[in-house]
């Protein structure tokens, strides 16, 4: 589970032997001390740049910065002892890709002094290409300017580069805000804080869009899902484990779910969070309504619902068997289908301190593709689209369904995966390793808060930008 | 003996249960101590119910097979789990009604208003069963143990002889008599001319009701793995009446029982095994402060014992006296149950009692009733398996039972005997010592 080479690389003689190879130097990720969460929220100072259009919303994000009590500066001159902790560059003005080049240049001329596990945030518009609203009736991709087009979707390119330049743990992501959306709005407050925090460690490359302005602050960042009551599928190890410990830290009860015969692993986990241990096998027709028992019963009411549990059963598809793909498909996406016949509909979710969360565990497999996973990259793709066919009527209901894509994570699951192929698929990201269960159970816990409520049909990859797919 | 509890009377309700796979002596759980079982128990009932951290006012479990080290073992078991260690909890033993006595000890506080919520339980191990020494070795090794220097301590090995060193073997037999169990039932199972076909059909039943449960996912919320074991290991789904007819006799071979060849083998009789369980008990209130679903209320509890030692009785046959008792104190008869559970240490053990009870003569001399008791009807009995199919961990079989039962209750909810009324169900358990426990649960 641990990754070797990462420590050698980052201690002693064996790193100085690293450096002078060329080989590649890993660094240790600044991931959430869960006795102090986040505290610190950046390790240094945070630089706000915008282009010339955006000082106006630059400053009103300045502000609400500092009401987290961050040092915000406004001019890119440091001192020598100082390291920027994170650069957050407000592009929300551009009219023209020229328009881009003094802030970028900007950006460029501090990335030295970036931190070991800082951050960069983009804050931009959505592109008319890239429609906000997954059902196309909104018309949004009528009749927009081709260099407005173009400045906004440059911006994809540009912070997907500039991701891969950075060094020590230090990440870059982009914020996509809807027209209409505010700089302010709880979900671009959110989701800032989420991508400026160690939550987001392994979350690289990536731009998350902000559909509407909808959601809510926590009174308590540090306990955002206070009083809400969270179910777990697939809870008993790996990333529901994780999903259910981040769940508990951030405030929630949790129902964690797996089969019968990982009883005795389900039970440790959720005595350890204080939760509430259902033996049951998803795939069962009535699975969703005797979550929604339990949970009524013990709780009153259900908010989120985290569909993790899945399965793997590689194999060329020129060798593939119909139990396996089959079985398979059963498991990662027939269940959480039927299950959310109950889930989505209006009234079954929320009731509580939460609103109606559904989030569902796709893979970069279901993205990019992998040699050997044809049933498994189907059925992730499958999650990606059944999350955005849901975000319309969950969305008008009050709630949000989103998707998390992980990349290579080190579980049990990928510990049996020979050394060298293994080694290869951790150099394969732009941080140079593999994520921790944690990392995606961070994501996730974000997109299940009330101030991700303007976040709808997304899903956001936790692989520190892996080299595959977007 | 004839007064009748008031149907006001506050009655302690069943929450829900938790066992561990029940394994065959010297398999999965070899390893483990009845501590280490107990807590698996145990903490599969917490996570359940989601009690970590909360503090029960009372945890009642024991053993049979007792270590000296198990002292204090209930007490020893929560502070190993994830309950409030404020939580209060002492050890119980009757034998094979362990489990089942400290249920009744725990529904009889919530009852009387002494307690709000707790756990009745037990457990036993017979693969880590206690060694005894020989008095000689032990008494020499506790000389040596006091003394001070070197030469006094092999001094009070001086007077040991090789024959001092062999171990005393733990086994189940009656210490006034000698007999083993199986020794004793072989004598009730002559007496009531028992035969080998209904004691094979009757362990058939069992195997076949407990894997039928299995296979419709009855044990997902009563059962939680451990040591890699998810099923009962005596289970063999596949047994058949031929099968089972080829096995050898194993008990009343000796020819001193007379009567009927003997006919007790290890296919009908119950194997040793390893486990733990533990049941949820508490009042309506407390029940419904945290949403749990009641399944069934305990109604009433009674023991019994014969004079097995100068032969009056059989060894096994006091739930024969204790059904009785129970049900005419509460007004019952054996046809106001939708269900029964009769603990099967043998299955003949369950075909005399049940013969017993049917039987004229033994009911007007023995039991002082005009006639018959009653006569229990078969396809009411055991109708998920017991013993015989699912082991039988001493202390561990009573939580396994109430847990069962209570389930089925629910499940069932009205009465098909008695329209318009909660289901019912009778559970007797048969222990050492001539003893028995018995008791009466209605669904919720």
């Known amino acids: 589970m641990s990754d070797t080479y990462l420590e050698l690389v980052n201690s002693g003689v064996t790193a100085s032997l690293a450096k002078k190879l060329g080989l590649p130097r890993p660094a240790r990720l600044r991931r959430t001390d869960p006795s102090s969460v986040d505290r610190p929220l950046t390790p240094g100072p945070v630089l706000v740049l915008s282009d010339a259009r955006a000082t106006t919303e630059a400053d009103t994000l300045a502000q609400g910065l500092l009401d987290w009590d961050l040092d915000v500066r406004r001019d890119s001159r440091l001192s020598d002892h100082e390291r920027w902790g994170a650069v957050v560059v407000v592009l929300t003005g551009l009219e023209h890709p020229r328009d881009l080049a003094a802030p970028a240049l900007e950006l460029g001329s501090v990335l030295r002094g970036l931190a070991p596990g800082g951050r960069v945030v983009t804050l931009s518009r959505t592109s008319p290409a890239v429609v906000a609203d997954p059902s196309g009736t909104d018309g949004s991709g009528d009749g927009a300017a081709p260099a407005v087009a173009a400045a906004r979707h440059g911006v994809d390119g540009f912070l997907r580069s500039v991701a891969k330049e950075l060094r020590a743990g230090a990440t870059a992501n982009g914020l996509v805000l809807a027209d209409g959306v505010a700089v302010d709005a709880p979900s671009v407050r959110g989701g800032l804080r989420f991508l400026l925090s160690a939550r987001s460690a392994f979350v690289d490359g990536q731009l998350l869009q902000v559909g509407t302005d909808g959601g809510t602050e926590p009174a308590d960042w540090a306990r955002p899902l206070a009083g809400t009551v969270a179910v777990v599928t697939g809870a008993a190890r790996g990333i529901g484990a994780a999903v259910a410990r981040v769940l508990a830290r951030d405030g929630a009860h949790v129902i964690g779910v797996d089969v019968p015969a990982a009883g005795d692993s389900l039970s440790a986990v959720m005595n350890e969070v204080a939760g509430v241990a259902l033996q049951l096998d998803i795939t069962a027709e009535d699975a969703a309504e005797r979550i929604l028992a339990v949970a009524r019963s013990r709780y009153g009411h259900l908010d989120v619902v985290v569909h993790n549990a899945g399965i793997l059963r590689d194999k060329l598809l020129a060798n593939m068997t119909p139990d396996r793909f089959e079985d398979l498909l059963a498991v990662n996406i027939t269940a959480p289908l039927r299950m959310n016949e109950t889930f989505a509909r209006p009234g079954v979710l929320g009731g509580g301190a939460g609103a109606p969360r559904i989030i569902s565990l796709a893979s970069t497999s279901g993205i990019a593709g992998n040699r050997g996973q044809t049933n498994y990259g ?3 793709a499958g999650i ?23 990349g290579f994570i080190e579980t049990d699951m990928t510990a049996r995966i020979p050394p060298l192929p293994r080694q290869i698929a951790r150099w394969g990201s732009s941080l140079q390793q593999g994520g921790r269960p944690v990392d995606v159970a961070e994501a996730i816990a974000f997109l299940a808060s009330p101030q991700a409520g303007g976040i709808n049909g997304q899903t956001l990859r936790v692989c520190g930008q892996m080299l595959v797919g977007q | 003996m004839t007064s009748t509890p008031s149907t006001q009377a506050p009655r302690a309700a069943i929450i829900g249960s938790n066992r561990i796979p029940f394994a065959k002596a010297g398999s999965a759980y070899a390893g483990a101590s009845n501590q280490d079982m107990l807590t698996a128990a145990l903490e599969g009932l917490v996570a359940r119910f989601g009690l970590a951290g909360e503090r029960l006012d ?24 994830s309950l409030d260690p404020r939580t209060p909890a002492y050890d119980v033993q009757r034998a094979c009604g362990t489990g089942l006595e400290a249920i009744i000890g725990v529904a009889n506080k919530i009852a009387l208003g002494q307690a709000s919520v707790g756990v009745g339980g037990g457990v036993d191990s017979t693969s880590d069963a206690p060694i005894v020494v020989s008095d000689r070795l032990r008494k020499a090794l506790l000389r040596a143990s006091r003394a001070k220097t070197l030469p006094d301590r092999l001094k009070a090995f001086a007077s040991l002889r090789p024959r001092d060193l062999a171990p005393v073997a733990p086994d189940v037999a009656e210490p006034r008599t000698g007999l083993s169990m199986g020794e004793h039932q072989a004598l009730t199972t002559a007496r009531w001319g028992i035969t080998r076909e209904d004691q094979d059909a009757l362990a058939l039943a069992s195997h076949q009701n407990l894997a039928a449960a299995y296979e ?16 009962d290991e005596s289970l063999r789904a596949d047994t058949s009446p031929e099968k089972l ?10 020819g001193t029982t007379g009567g009927p060849a003997a006919s007790m083998t290890a296919g009908n009789s119950t194997p040793l095994s390893d486990g733990a369980s533990t049941v949820l008990l508490s009042s309506d209130e407390w029940a419904a402060e945290r949403g749990l679903p009641v399944l069934a209320h305990v109604v009433d509890a009674q023991v019994a014992a014969t004079d097995f030692v100068g032969g009056q009785e059989g060894l096994l046959m006091a739930g024969a006296y204790a059904i009785p008792a129970l049900l005419e104190r509460n007004g019952m008869t054996l046809e106001d149950f939708d269900l029964v559970e009769i603990h099967e240490a043998f299955a003949s053990t369950v075909l005399a009692t049940l013969a017993a009870l049917e039987d004229e003569d033994f009911c007007r001399t023995r039991l002082g009733l005009d006639g018959a008791f009653g006569k229990v009807d078969r396809s009411r009995l055991n109708v998920t398996g017991s013993s015989l199919a699912a082991g039988h961990p001493f202390a561990a079989t009573g939580g396994r039972i109430v847990g069962t039962l209570a389930k089925l209750l629910r499940e069932q909810g009205e009465s098909e005997v008695r329209p318009g009324q909660r289901a019912r169900g009778l559970i007797s358990v048969c222990a050492a010592g001539g003893q028995a426990v018995t008791m009466i649960l209605e669904a919720a």
């Open chain 1, 378 to 380: 189907a059925a992730k």
């Open chain 1, 384 to 406: 990606i689209g059944m999350t955005r066919a849901l975000a319309g009527p969950v969305g008008r209901a009050g709630g949000t369904v989103n998707a998390v894509a992980p």
């Open chain 2, 58 to 81: 009372e945890v009642a479990a024991g053993a049979v097979l007792k270590h000296s080290r198990d002292f204090n073992l209930a007490r020893e078991t929560v502070l190993g789990s």
């Open chain 2, 216 to 231: 419709r996912g009855f044990f997902e919320d009563l059962l939680t793995p451990y040591r890699r074991l998810t099923r």
């Open chain 2, 245 to 254: 007819a080829k096995l050898k006799p194993v008990f009343g071979k000796n």
